[in-house]
């Protein structure tokens, strides 16, 4: 259940230079002459929003759409998506693919700038931080870049939100909303007063919810002033290029957190209870076959999860080759202890219903070539809501410890931003699975 939030002030535009100045106004207007339930500022964190949204403003602009910009791909969106899709003659997947993002942005050049309009693009980053600050008290600057438009500078827009609390006599602990609003060279401009917006001597984030661009000087400014960046690689178009671009910024001292690296802990944690019995945990090291089934559409889940695994048992890789199909084959070749030959092969499978969550895991087969090996070390993981019949099928199946994985209860990246935020600092698990994806990534043919 979502917490109220009460509104100090309706949110107000003023210019750049005046944030501060109108910011202190807000908390000093709410306490004079009050003795209980006076407002206070956040003193956690201050967070950078960088809400690109273009596939939604693209939709807006072309007519397919007319919700608010908030980042979330619930049924409106999806069903904006798909009367695209439909109308374009695509495939219809309700997910905005790599096709359907190019076919948007030549139908959105094609029309007059006069037309270029999205009625609904003040209502971008508002729902988004309301998530935020029901949980986390704090300072939200959120970067809303515009498309279509002439550059006529950066806007500025603040306001302050307390979560409602249960005692009445308690006081308020509130955030501050700063929003601004700008093409994507004007928010280049400004960049250093981006920048000193976040408080200083308190942890400093940033969602950069779009791909990696270390070539953008936005991009680079915000990575140096914070203390973590966080993505969500379920929505990269080339999650192969931005895998290795990612550790690149590791490799150079930042901090990176991905949210869908969280969606995989169901399937990490169900592996290892599997194989916690000694007769299992023994027969893993045979395991030399392994094959991951996931959403056709994306292969961030996929090959994170490989990368994890490989890299838990210390499997080198030496080949990965994209053999295509219906399935968008991929196998992957590595060595493991005692020059042991492994094969793995990633599949795309087409699904009827696609989730909220591009790529998502459909199952997992891990077994041996070694008969007497394979006896305990055969595992079948499946989505539960999904299921893996590719996997399942063939006569020696039945023979696997089979077991049904069940997701995060929310595995929507507004859920999971609030947990990332309260566990901040380096993962190292995820550098080391990360590091092992990128050295498979070097290998493509």
Same mark, same amino acid.
């Given at each position: 259940?979502?917490?109220?939030?009460?509104?100090?002030?309706?949110?107000?535009?003023?210019?750049?230079?005046?944030?501060?100045?109108?910011?202190?106004? =807000? $908390?000093?207007?709410?306490?004079?002459?009050?003795?209980?339930? *006076?407002?206070?500022?956040?003193?956690?964190?201050? *967070?950078?929003?960088?809400?690109? #949204?273009?596939?939604?403003?693209?939709?807006?602009?072309?007519?397919?759409?007319?919700?608010?910009?908030?980042?979330?791909?619930?049924?409106?969106?999806?069903?904006?998506?798909?009367? +695209?899709?439909?109308?374009?003659?695509?495939?219809?997947?309700?997910?905005?693919?790599?096709?359907?993002? %190019?076919?948007?942005?030549? #139908?959105?050049?094609?029309?007059?700038?006069?037309?270029?309009?999205?009625?609904?693009?003040?209502?971008?980053?508002?729902?988004?931080?309301?998530? =935020?600050?029901?949980?986390?008290?704090?300072?939200?600057?959120?970067?809303?870049?515009?498309?279509? #438009?002439?550059?006529?500078?950066?806007?500025?827009?603040?306001? +302050?939100?307390?979560?409602?609390?249960?005692?009445?006599?308690?006081?308020?602990?509130?955030?501050?909303?700063?929003?601004?609003?700008?093409?994507?060279?004007?928010?280049?401009?400004?960049?250093?007063?981006?920048?000193?917006?976040?408080?200083?001597?308190?942890?400093?984030?940033?969602? $950069?919810?779009?791909?990696?661009?270390?070539?953008?000087?936005?991009?680079?400014?915000?990575?140096?002033?914070?203390?973590?960046?966080?993505?969500?690689?379920?929505?990269?178009?080339?999650?192969?290029?931005?895998?290795?671009?990612?550790?690149?910024?590791?490799?150079? #001292?930042?901090?990176?957190?991905?949210?869908?690296?969280?969606?995989?802990?169901?399937?990490?944690?169900?592996?290892?209870?599997?194989?916690?019995?000694?007769?299992?945990?023994?027969?893993?090291?045979?395991?030399?076959?392994?094959?991951?089934?996931?959403?056709?559409?994306?292969?961030?889940?996929?090959?994170?999860?490989?990368?994890?695994?490989?890299?838990?048992?210390?499997?080198?890789?030496?080949?990965? %080759?994209?053999?295509?199909?219906?399935?968008?084959?991929?196998?992957?070749?590595?060595?493991? &202890?005692?020059?042991?030959? *492994? !094969?793995?092969?990633?599949?795309?499978?087409?699904?009827?219903?696609?989730?909220?969550?591009?790529?998502?895991?459909?199952?997992?087969? !891990?077994?041996?070539?070694?008969?007497?090996?394979? =006896?305990?070390?055969?595992?079948?993981? &499946?989505?539960? %809501?999904?299921? &893996?019949?590719?996997?399942?099928?063939?006569?020696? +199946?039945?023979? &696997?410890?089979?077991?049904?994985?069940?997701?995060?209860?929310?595995?929507?990246?507004? +859920?999971? *931003?609030?947990?990332?935020?309260?566990? $901040?600092?380096?993962?190292?698990?995820?550098?080391?699975?990360?590091?092992?994806?990128?050295?498979?990534?070097?290998?493509?043919?």
């Amino acid at each position: 259940m979502t917490t109220p939030i009460v509104a100090l002030q309706r949110p107000k535009d003023i210019s750049l230079g005046e944030i501060e100045e109108e910011l202190s106004k =807000i $908390w000093l207007s709410q306490n004079q002459g009050k003795a209980t339930s *006076i407002a206070t500022k956040a003193a956690t964190f201050s *967070i950078v929003v960088y809400e690109p #949204e273009e596939f939604q403003q693209l939709l807006g602009a072309l007519g397919f759409y007319n919700g608010p910009i908030d980042s979330i791909h619930g049924p409106q969106t999806r069903n904006a998506i798909r009367e +695209a899709q439909k109308a374009y003659q695509l495939t219809i997947t309700g997910r905005v693919d790599p096709q359907t993002l %190019t076919k948007l942005r030549e #139908e959105f050049a094609k029309q007059a700038e006069d037309r270029q309009k999205v009625t609904n693009i003040n209502l971008r980053g508002f729902s988004m931080a309301d998530m =935020i600050a029901t949980q986390n008290p704090s300072r939200v600057i959120t970067l809303c870049p515009t498309m279509g #438009e002439k550059d006529r500078g950066v806007t500025a827009q603040v306001s +302050a939100y307390c979560p409602i609390q249960k005692q009445s006599n308690s006081n308020l602990v509130c955030s501050e909303y700063v929003t601004l609003r700008g093409t994507k060279s004007a928010m280049q401009r400004v960049e250093k007063t981006i920048k000193s917006l976040m408080i200083p001597n308190l942890p400093k984030f940033v969602w $950069w919810k779009a791909t990696p661009n270390t070539e953008q000087k936005l991009f680079r400014s915000l990575c140096e002033a914070s203390n973590c960046i966080i993505m969500d690689s379920c929505y990269f178009s080339d999650p192969e290029s931005e895998f290795l671009r990612m550790y690149e910024l590791i490799e150079n #001292e930042t901090y990176i957190a991905d949210l869908n690296w969280h969606r995989l802990s169901a399937w990490q944690e169900l592996i290892a209870a599997t194989f916690d019995p000694p007769q299992r945990r023994a027969a893993l090291w045979e395991v030399d076959i392994i094959t991951i089934d996931y959403e056709k559409g994306n292969t961030a889940q996929a090959l994170m999860f490989l990368g994890w695994f490989a890299s838990r048992l210390n499997w080198e890789p030496v080949s990965y %080759t994209e053999l295509g199909g219906d399935y968008d084959i991929i196998h992957i070749k590595f060595t493991g &202890c005692n020059d042991q030959e *492994i !094969l793995a092969e990633l599949g795309a499978i087409p699904t009827a219903d696609f989730g909220e969550i591009p790529g998502d895991l459909v199952g997992l087969r !891990l077994g041996s070539s070694n008969p007497d090996a394979n =006896i305990d070390c055969c595992t079948i993981l &499946c989505s539960e %809501t999904t299921g &893996c019949m590719r996997l399942e099928s063939g006569g020696k +199946a039945q023979s &696997c410890l089979t077991e049904q994985v069940t997701a995060l209860s929310d595995q929507k990246a507004e +859920a999971l *931003i609030t947990q990332q935020l309260q566990r $901040w600092g380096r993962d190292i698990l995820y550098e080391e699975s990360l590091e092992l994806t990128v050295q498979m990534l070097k290998l493509r043919k």
